[in-house]
């Protein structure tokens, strides 16, 4: 069974800095691509950020230019570093990876870490 752990998060103030961190294991890390995704009080869960096996990151809208998605292969971590914190960003951040299997696949979610931005 595949494992995510989230470390990293925390109560911020506005255009303050923090670093997420998904440990994965149970898992050929480097063959999959990786994702954090965002879920607000009374919001629907919405991609925050992708990182493909290659490298090749893609950001929301509202993140880009802020947020910067990494991974050590190495270390079988992704992380997200966050810039210029705005309280939109509040939010419970979890690590995703879909795993194919076969005709279908499976998405594996961390227990989320959450993030407050708030003075």
């Known amino acids: 069974q595949v494992q995510l752990v989230e470390s990293g998060g925390g109560l911020v103030q506005p255009g303050g800095s923090l670093r997420l961190s998904c440990a994965a294991s149970?898992?050929?890390?480097?063959?999959?691509?990786m994702g954090w995704y965002r879920q607000a009080p009374g919001k629907q869960r919405e991609l925050v950020a992708a990182?493909?096996?290659?490298?090749?990151?893609n950001y929301v809208e509202s993140v880009k230019g802020r947020f910067t998605i990494s991974r050590d292969n190495a270390k079988n971590t992704v992380y997200l570093q966050m810039n210029s914190l705005k309280p939109e960003d509040t939010a419970v951040y979890y690590c995703?990876?879909?795993?194919?299997?076969?005709?279908?696949?499976?998405?594996?979610w961390g227990q989320g870490t959450q993030v407050t931005v708030s003075s």
């Open positions: 995703n990876v879909n795993v194919p299997l076969g005709a279908t696949s499976k998405d594996y």
């Open positions: 149970r898992i050929s890390f480097r063959a999959y691509a």
């Open positions: 990182i493909t096996r290659g490298g090749t990151t």
